[in-house]
């Protein structure tokens, strides 16, 4: 079994920064892609980011230039620092990892910005 913990969640002010942690434990015998989800109340669970083990990375149109997905295989943890955070970003934000052939989620972490 493999057990994600995602730490870094808040609230900040429109324009503010925050930086989202998820490491991944358990008996693993193979990682993938790790990657950021969010979901708004009402709405489906998308895409935010992805980073591959090599490192390669997917982004959400709506965060290019804003967020930077970054991940340490040594540690197993995926990292996402957003910037310039807009109310449109308030959401949960939920971890997902590939390990052992199969899809991990964390329990979710709040991100509201607002004034």
């Known amino acids: 079994q493999v057990q994600l913990v995602e730490s870094g969640g808040g609230w900040v002010q429109p324009g503010g920064s925050l930086r989202l942690s998820c490491t991944a434990s358990?008996?693993?015998?193979?990682?993938?892609?790790m990657g950021w989800y969010h979901q708004a109340p009402g709405n489906e669970r998308n895409l935010v980011a992805a980073?591959?083990?090599?490192?390669?990375?997917n982004y959400a149109d709506s965060v290019k230039g804003r967020f930077t997905i970054s991940r340490d295989n040594a540690k197993k943890t995926v990292y996402l620092q957003m910037n310039s955070l807009r109310p449109e970003d308030t959401a949960v934000y939920y971890c997902?990892?590939?390990?052992?052939?199969?899809?991990?989620w964390g329990q979710g972490t709040q991100v509201t910005t607002s004034s």
């Open positions: 358990g008996t693993i015998l193979s990682i993938g892609s």
């Open positions: 997902h990892v590939f390990a052992n052939w199969q899809n991990y």
């Open positions: 980073v591959t083990v090599g490192g390669a990375t």
